[in-house]
T-cell receptor
Framework: NAGVTQTPKFQVLKTGQSMTLQCAQD?????MSWYRQDPGMGLRLIHY???????DQGEVPNGYNVSRSTTEDFPLRLLSAAPSQTSVYFC?????????????FGPGTRLTVT | KQEVTQIPAALSVPEGENLVLNCSFT??????LQWFRQDPGKGLTSLLL?????REQTSGRLNASLDKSSGRSTLYIAASQPGDSATYLC??????????FGQGTRLTINP
């Protein structure tokens, strides 16, 4: 298994541009999520999905859209990039072990908005 | 609102020492607690997961404990090595949907 993969690894955008961060997992996990990591703020949940066709907002959803058309893919769209969205973005999927949940993270996308 | 705190924010110790990292949380109604390791510029790697009904979990030189009633967890690293240098994050799962992270402890092991 490749686990959770993210593309691109690095991206620089100008204010106002849009882009999509890609996330895919090959573990057949129903639950996927997006986090952003900022210095001094820890990781914060942006959006999550409990299965294909079902998404919901997390703690910091403004400025981001998601969709889940397949179990494998969960892209994150920035509609109009702002400098405040400069961050490292992590995608995660979650497995039910039979007694508990365990999270698996992708390698991250480093985004800079100028 | 659940808050997770990790102390200290940074720790530097000589190689070979045993050490303890601390994690506290404000709401004891958690589903589980997970310890992660993050290397610079990399993603998160799960180290240990403790269910709310468990008291501890062990993996190699790592031992994590959980005291849900007091809202505390510790990660014990035995015989530290330079390769253990990384940032260690703890996170609690609330209900069935949300991970709440601490800000991490940056650990440096000096040869």
């Amino acid at each position: 298994n490749a686990g959770v993969t993210q593309t691109p690894k690095f991206q620089v955008l100008k204010t106002g541009q849009s882009m999509t961060l890609q996330c895919a997992q090959d573990m057949n996990h129903e639950y996927m999520s997006w986090y952003r990591q900022d210095p001094g703020m820890g990781l914060r949940l942006i959006h999550y999905s409990v299965g294909a066709g079902i998404t919901d907002q997390g703690e910091v959803p403004n400025g981001y859209n998601v969709s889940r058309s397949t179990t494998e893919d969960f892209p994150l769209r920035l509609l109009s990039a702002a400098p405040s969205q400069t961050s490292v973005y992590f995608c995660a999927s979650r497995d039910w072990t039979g007694v508990s949940y365990e999270q698996y993270f992708g390698p991250g996308t480093r985004l800079t908005v100028t | 609102k659940q808050e997770v705190t990790q102390i200290p924010a940074a720790l530097s110790v000589p190689e070979g020492e045993n050490l303890v990292l601390n994690c506290s949380f404000t709401d004891s109604a958690i589903y589980n607690l997970q310890w992660f390791r993050q290397d610079p510029g990399k993603g998160l790697t799960s180290l240990l997961l403790i269910q709310s009904s468990q008291r501890e979990q062990t993996s190699g030189r790592l031992n994590a404990s959980l005291d849900k009633s007091s809202g505390r967890s510790t990660l014990y690293i035995a015989a530290s090595q330079p390769g253990d240098s990384a940032t260690y994050l703890c996170a609690v799962t609330e209900g069935a949907q949300k991970l709440v992270f601490g800000q991490g402890t940056r650990l440096t092991i000096n040869p």
